[in-house]
């Protein structure tokens, strides 16, 4: 079974740049989260998806951040403008539901803002 | 929101020793518990999870226990070898939410 797929891996931008991030999931997880990682950091969640809705985007900081799902698969992540804080890796997880199921991560995407 | 406390922050043991890691969660609504290890520069694996209607789970080296009134659980690897080396995250989940904990360094010596 392919596991969550994320592309780029490395992006390196200058601040004020937009940027993009792509996420496939496992196939049949309707449901994806995507989430930032800081260095030392655990995970913290910005938006959640079941199927093409968003249903938790309560920290997805919306002056900048922006997000897509559709047709219920695969996701982007955007940022424009990019500031100096949003440096940090971006994980995309998957799960068969988000009740009890557990949660399948991507490799990420390691963005750096100079 | 939930909020999970992990401890400790970095871990020193000697091959072959136990290692133990805490975690403390505030939502008595939390039901499921999952492990995550981190190596450094790849994704988040799952390693173990637990249920809040089961005390403790075991896999090889690995357990979990859970004590829901304690509102606590821990993760302890026994017989611990150099490629255990990694951050450890717990996260507890409640009605949709997974929240983690800042994650524990553990460090195997040979």
């Known amino acids: 079974e392919a596991g969550v797929v994320q592309s780029p891996r490395y992006k390196i931008i200058e601040k004020k740049q937009p940027v993009a991030f792509w996420c496939n999931p496992i196939?049949?997880?309707?449901?994806l989260y995507w989430y930032r990682q800081n260095l030392g950091q655990g995970p913290e969640l910005l938006i959640r998806?079941?199927?093409?809705?968003?249903?938790?985007d309560s920290q997805l900081p919306k002056d900048r951040f922006s997000a897509e799902r559709l047709k219920g698969v695969d996701s982007t992540l955007k940022i424009q403008p990019a500031e100096l804080g949003d440096s940090a890796v971006y994980l995309c997880?998957?799960?068969?539901?988000?009740?009890?199921?557990?949660?399948?991560f991507g490799p990420g995407t390691r963005l750096t803002v100079t | 929101g939930e909020n999970v406390e992990q401890h400790p922050s970095t871990l020193s043991v000697q091959e072959g020793d136990s290692a133990v890691i805490k975690c403390t969660y505030s939502?008595?609504?939390?039901?499921?518990f999952p492990w995550y290890k981190q190596e450094l520069g790849k994704r988040p694996q799952l390693i173990i999870d637990?249920?809040?209607?089961?005390g403790e789970k075991k896999d090889q080296r690995i357990a979990v226990t859970l004590n829901k009134t304690a509102k606590h659980f821990s993760l302890h690897i026994t017989e611990t070898q150099p490629e255990d080396s990694a951050v450890y995250f717990c996260?507890?989940?409640?009605?949709?939410?997974?929240?983690f904990g800042k994650g524990t360094m553990l460090l195997v010596s040979p």
């Open positions: 196939s049949g997880h309707n449901t």
């Open positions: 998806y079941e199927n093409e809705e968003a249903v938790d």
């Open positions: 997880a998957s799960s068969l539901g988000s009740r009890g199921y557990e949660q399948y």
């Open positions: 939502d008595s609504a939390s039901n499921y």
């Open positions: 996260a507890a989940k409640g009605y949709s939410t997974l929240t």
């Open positions: 637990i249920r809040s209607n089961v």
